[in-house]
């Protein structure tokens, strides 16, 4: 069993940056497949982004790509989102998740590979 727990969220000014963090236990995350997700007031949850179990291939959403970056450390059984140039549309609470398919080469958008989910950090961005 893993347990996912996000940090790092809080309010920014558009243009900003925040880094978060998600940070696992009960089990490694060395093999899995990690992502990212967000869900907006009164909207559907959607995909942000995504990265293998070696970092080797990262997958985005086309709303983030180029301000947003996923890494991982595998040592620290940890997986980073960093978020930069955010807009007010990028508020949401975030989601870190687990696909616990080992040695996945290619991540998924699709939040029903992800078995393990953690509570979700808040980021808001004021204008």
């Known amino acids: 069993q893993v347990q996912l727990v996000e940090s790092g969220g809080g309010l920014v000014q558009a243009g900003g940056s925040l880094r978060l963090s998600c940070a696992a236990s009960g089990s490694t995350i060395s093999t899995y497949v990690m992502g990212w997700f967000r869900q907006a007031p009164g909207k559907e949850r959607e995909f942000v982004g995504a990265?293998?179990?070696?970092?080797?291939?990262?997958s985005y959403a086309g709303s983030v790509k180029g301000r947003f970056t996923i890494s991982r450390d595998n040592a620290k059984n940890t997986v980073y989102l960093q978020m930069n140039s955010l807009q007010p549309e990028d508020t949401a609470v975030y989601y870190c998740?687990?696909?616990?398919?080992?040695?996945?080469?290619?991540?998924?958008?699709?939040?029903?590979?992800?078995?393990?989910w953690g509570q979700g950090t808040r980021v808001t961005v004021s204008s």
């Open positions: 990265i293998t179990w070696s970092g080797g291939s990262t």
């Open positions: 998740a687990a696909d616990s398919s080992p040695f996945k080469m290619h991540p998924t958008s699709d939040p029903r590979a992800y078995e393990y």
